[in-house]
């Protein structure tokens, strides 16, 4: 599995945050923020914050109004809401759907990778980026 993440975390550069929070205190605010202190991309999709600016660039409020690649999704949505994204999830441009740690959902993860994502869940992009030692990812 540690190759796996490995390759993930090293060739995406560009993630999306889908429940991506402004709050420095919650984990949608500073995993995001550590990814991109670590060279990564970071483009936050929220609603409820659509057009505010986050880490330089403007928050959208669906992965659908993304007009541009993106090589990961990172998931900070309780695991009883994913069915309702999994249509968006399944649609993107992401080649990976990453559920955050203590994001669990069988169902929708089955449903992505049948439909040819890569899923990874319950695990911190955060706490495996540091875990492996990786540095800033290689451009897309």
Same mark, same amino acid.
Request: aromatic residues 6%; charged residues 20%; proline residues 9%.
């Given at each position: 599995?540690?190759?796996?993440?490995?390759?993930?975390?090293?060739?995406?550069?560009?993630?999306?945050?889908?429940?991506?929070?402004?709050?420095?205190?919650?984990?949608?605010?500073?995993?995001?923020?550590?990814?991109?202190?670590?060279?990564?991309?970071?483009?936050?999709?929220?609603?409820?914050?659509?057009?505010?600016?986050?880490?330089?660039?403007?928050? +959208? #409020?669906?992965?659908?109004?993304?007009?541009?690649?993106?090589?990961?999704?990172?998931?900070? =949505? @309780?695991?009883? %809401?994913? /069915?309702?994204?999994?249509?968006?999830?399944?649609?993107?441009?992401?080649?990976?759907?990453?559920?955050?740690?203590?994001?669990?959902?069988?169902?929708?993860?089955?449903?992505? +990778? #049948?439909?040819?994502?890569?899923?990874?869940?319950?695990?911190?992009?955060?706490?495996?980026? =540091? @875990?492996?030692? %990786?540095? /800033?990812?290689?451009?897309?």
């Amino acid at each position: 599995m540690d190759a796996t993440l490995r390759d993930i975390l090293a060739t995406s550069p560009t993630v999306a945050v889908l429940g991506i929070h402004d709050q420095p205190s919650r984990p949608a605010s500073y995993v995001p923020a550590y990814l991109h202190a670590h060279g990564y991309r970071v483009l936050g999709v929220n609603p409820v914050l659509s057009g505010a600016v986050l880490f330089g660039e403007p928050v +959208r #409020a669906s992965l659908g109004e993304i007009d541009e690649p993106y090589d990961l999704v990172d998931v900070f =949505r @309780r695991a009883e %809401l994913l /069915p309702a994204h999994q249509d968006e999830l399944a649609a993107c441009p992401a080649r990976v759907i990453w559920f955050q740690l203590g994001i669990v959902n069988d169902q929708v993860a089955e449903r992505l +990778r #049948a439909r040819g994502k890569v899923v990874v869940q319950d695990r911190c992009t955060l706490a495996e980026h =540091r @875990r492996l030692g %990786l540095g /800033p990812p290689k451009p897309g």
